[in-house]
């Protein structure tokens, strides 16, 4: 596992920071909610084996810039098409965690003509659940509490605790050390208030209010996969049997002793199944024709979505 370097370009006047690496058919990978490339970094070189490989910081995330601006998914999904653009990538396999999923699959509907393959890890946009921690950034007061969390002593302490919970190996804890980034990114009010505007676009006190249930007909002329953790703490691994539901033809994979990151837990395997599902179907073939026949069909299937499903849905 190398240090990647991190690259810069400046799109509509804001800075992004990416990660390229290998060569061959390009697969762009979205990180989650509060993190950064970085959270690629065990399976970055394995992928690039076979693949050339795009990690962005998204915006208000990481490196890049944390401007007042459109944190919506589908301004992130703008955001990645412009980014190809200016790196001269014309069609990749969209590759989404968590958050990054949600945008993963906005990407994939606003932009399919640049879209081969679509893979979604413990994605959001699958149901209403998401864990409690998450719906509090939507809280009044968030951003004052969390700078009082975050405080030098305050937050050094806080980053050894979790630290050390995590070291314990405890399946509750497995995660930690990836919440303890997150946490000691909050130091910045920037950081702060980017992520608050990104949760509050997705996430009310009800759950996500994101869902991909209205829209998953169109999976039909695209590849898709899934792959969960099956000790998920932070979005349900159910969600993945919702996209089983919702796209009879993706591939569902969930992997034992895995939590909300499975590509950190099990690095090779998560890069086995990348490799296997691109290299064993076809990437998408953009047909105009097509794409409105599945327009013009498609309401008559958005409605046997599963009950959790509509009411996801319902809240958007």
């Known amino acids: 596992m190398s240090e990647h370097e991190v690259q810069y370009v400046t799109v509509h006047g804001h800075r992004r920071a990416f990660v390229r690496a290998g060569s061959g058919p390009a697969l762009l990978l979205l990180h989650g909610l509060g993190c950064d490339h970085t959270?690629?970094?065990?399976?970055?070189?394995?992928?690039?084996?076979?693949?050339?490989?795009?990690?962005?910081?998204?915006?208000?995330?990481?490196?890049?810039?944390k401007p007042r601006a459109d944190y919506s998914v589908g301004g992130y999904a703008n955001g990645m098409r412009d980014l190809l653009?200016?790196?001269?990538?014309?069609?990749?396999t969209v590759v989404g965690h968590s958050f990054g999923g949600g945008v993963a699959m906005q990407f994939a509907y606003q932009f399919p003509e640049?879209?081969?393959?679509?893979?979604?890890?413990?994605?959001?946009?699958l149901g209403p659940e998401v864990?409690?921690?998450?719906?509090a950034i939507t809280a009044p007061g968030f951003h004052q509490v969390m700078g009082a969390l975050t405080l030098p002593g305050v937050r050094h302490a806080g980053v050894i605790g979790l630290k050390a919970l995590r070291a314990t190996g405890l399946k509750a804890t497995r995660d930690l050390d990836e919440v303890a980034t997150i946490y000691d990114s909050f130091a910045d009010p920037q950081t702060r208030t980017a992520i608050r505007h990104v949760v509050r676009a997705v996430v009310d006190w009800r759950g996500q209010v994101v869902t991909m249930a209205d829209r998953a007909y169109l999976t039909d002329a695209m590849p898709m996969a899934v792959v969960w953790g099956a000790d998920d703490r932070v979005i349900p691994a159910r969600h993945a049997e919702n996209a089983a539901f919702l796209a009879p033809k993706?591939?569902?994979?969930?992997l034992p002793d895995a939590g909300h990151f499975p590509h950190k837990d099990h690095p090779e395997?998560?890069?086995r199944i990348v490799h296997d599902f691109v290299r064993t179907t076809?990437?998408?073939?953009?047909?105009?024709?097509?794409?409105?026949?599945?327009?013009?069909?498609?309401?008559?299937?958005?409605?046997?979505?599963?009950?959790g499903l509509v009411e996801g849905a319902?809240?958007?």
């Open 39 to 65: 959270t690629w970094t065990p399976v970055i070189d394995r992928l690039a084996r076979h693949h050339t490989v795009i990690a962005p910081d998204l915006l208000g995330h990481g490196r890049s810039d």
């Open 85 to 92: 653009t200016v790196l001269g990538v014309d069609r990749v």
């Open 114 to 125: 640049r879209t081969e393959r679509l893979l979604l890890v413990a994605s959001g946009g």
């Open 131 to 135: 864990s409690p921690a998450i719906r």
């Open 250 to 254: 993706a591939r569902v994979e969930i």
């Open 269 to 271: 395997r998560f890069a």
């Open 282 to 307: 076809q990437p998408a073939v953009y047909s105009r024709a097509r794409w409105r026949s599945l327009l013009r069909s498609g309401d008559q299937g958005a409605v046997t979505a599963p009950l």
């Open 314 to 316: 319902a809240g958007a």
